[in-house]
């Protein structure tokens, strides 16, 4: 389930493969871009000629560029200007002298004292999609590895790295740090990913803190038409490298804002927006997911919100990240995101349990949890007619999303539990073998 919401998070619950709606999808897809196609020919003539076509994604339509400001703008200024506006910003240099950016060699992480049983979570394909394998090791395996393999590491920052990340000035809202902030991740490589395209269900400030990435954006209160990012729940089957126009015909005349960060810098992409990633060498970044219905309304509630210095010694470690329960406290983006999975693709009880089944370490799902999603497809089918569909989706009320929103959060740790339990077992297993091959 977290996966779907926010995009990676190894332990985590989500529609990866989900075989019956990919096949939906693909479907779908063949079928809209046959129409779409044959509509844009006559309107535009051959797409194949256009600006972009097989080019990376971001090269076709219109470009453009954000706003770049040289300094954390104040938590006030940052909600009323750039988030509740939902205008991105580019903030060059401001984490420059953080501990992090100036500490964290290999040689230095190497010399941590990381607990012996704990793990990181890696993805194991520098392109993604999301149908790849993830797997986990200890951290400084992953650092004698990472040079010489596809291994990344995503996940939520380590504790033991927390004391030397710096909390961005621009998110020290009072109010905002009592709430707790959704995640802290991570992520690490030795450059060359290439990430799909997509949406996270949170407020986004990503902060590079070794490397160069590069970021295309769409803004969705203009394009958000232009792309359909719910193949499997969360992303777009467009191929990144080499954008086939004549299957995504909208992205002809879509605008893109290309941005460019490098060590030292964070960018805010704001709620929903699209967004594709590449990065380049040796590259670190931590990225701050919030809940957006509950930090906008901090606006709406009081005049004198967000009152206080910025104090550069408030680090990850001293502030609470409550993972994905913080935005199911609001119903808003658990809305948003349903209507993003059914917009094009009506689903039946078998493909809500398969986007569970899927994720779960275990095989078959136990009892209860098929009982519980029973219950939860019982409230999305509104009309009974055993789809859900986005008819049923726009009129099902607010006490059903709360009875949705419980038992799927109730779900969800649940299979996470196991799941980290079998991830145990594996390690074990690894390190016991290691341990053997030693021997030997
Ligand atoms: C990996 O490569 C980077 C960049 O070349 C280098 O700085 C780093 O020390 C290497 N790490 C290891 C563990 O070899
Ligand atoms: C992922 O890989 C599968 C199988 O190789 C392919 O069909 C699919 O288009 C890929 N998806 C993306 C988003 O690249
Ligand atoms: C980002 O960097 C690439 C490669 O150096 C360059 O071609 C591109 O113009 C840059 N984009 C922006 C928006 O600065």
Redesign the pocket.
């Known amino acids: 389930m977290l996966r779907l919401f926010h995009g990676h998070s190894h332990v985590s619950i989500s529609t990866m493969s989900l075989c019956i709606i990919v096949w939906q999808v693909v479907i779908l897809t063949c079928l809209s871009s046959l129409s779409g196609a044959s509509q844009k020919e006559e309107k535009n003539g051959d797409p194949t000629i256009l600006k972009g076509h097989l080019q990376p994604f971001g090269e076709s339509g219109q470009r453009r560029e954000i706003e770049v400001r040289n300094d954390f703008p104040e938590p006030y200024d940052f909600l009323k200007n750039y988030l509740k506006k939902s205008k991105p910003v580019k903030l060059p240099g401001v984490m420059r002298d953080s501990r992090a950016v100036r500490l964290w060699t290999?040689a230095y992480l190497m010399s941590l004292d990381v607990p012996a049983d704990t793990v990181v979570g890696l993805e194991t394909k520098k392109k993604e999609n999301r149908s790849q394998e993830t797997t986990s090791m200890h951290f400084h395996e992953f650092?004698?590895i990472y040079?010489q393999t596809e291994h990344y590491m995503v996940d939520d920052v380590p504790k033991y790295l927390r004391p030397d990340v710096m909390v961005p000035c621009s998110l020290q809202c009072p109010e905002l740090v009592e709430q707790g902030f959704a995640f802290a991740m991570m992520w690490f490589s030795?450059g060359g990913t290439n990430s799909v395209v997509h949406t996270d269900a949170f407020d986004n400030l990503n902060c590079l803190l070794r490397g160069q990435k590069s970021f295309v954006m769409m803004d969705p209160a203009r394009d958000r038409d232009k792309i359909d990012i719910s193949h499997n729940g969360a992303y777009s089957a467009v191929d990144v490298d080499s954008v086939d126009l004549t299957k995504f015909p909208g992205l002809a005349d879509a605008e893109f804002y290309h941005v460019n960060v490098t060590a030292g810098d964070c960018l805010y992409i704001p709620y929903r927006w699209i967004h594709q990633v590449r990065s380049f060498n040796?590259n670190v970044a931590v990225n701050f997911w919030w809940d957006h219905y509950s930090s906008s309304d901090l606006l709406d509630r009081d005049e004198a919100v967000c009152q206080g210095q910025c104090d550069r010694s408030l680090t990850l470690d001293k502030v609470e990240l409550n993972g994905q329960d913080s935005s199911m406290d609001n119903l808003g983006s658990l809305k948003d995101w349903m209507r993003d999975v059914v917009i094009n693709n009506p689903m039946t009880i078998e493909m809500v349990k398969d986007m569970f089944r899927d994720e779960y370490a275990g095989g078959e799902l136990p009892e209860i949890a098929d009982k519980l999603l029973n219950e939860v497809f019982e409230k999305l089918d509104l009309n009974k007619d055993g789809q859900y569909t986005i008819d049923d989706n726009e009129e099902i009320p607010d006490e059903n999303w709360e009875t949705i929103r419980d038992d799927v959060s109730a779900l969800t740790s649940m299979l996470e539990e196991d799941n980290l339990k079998f991830e145990r077992e594996e390690y074990a297993q690894y390190v016991e073998a290691d341990r053997k091959r030693e021997e030997l």
């Open positions: 290999d650092l004698k040079n030795s040796s």
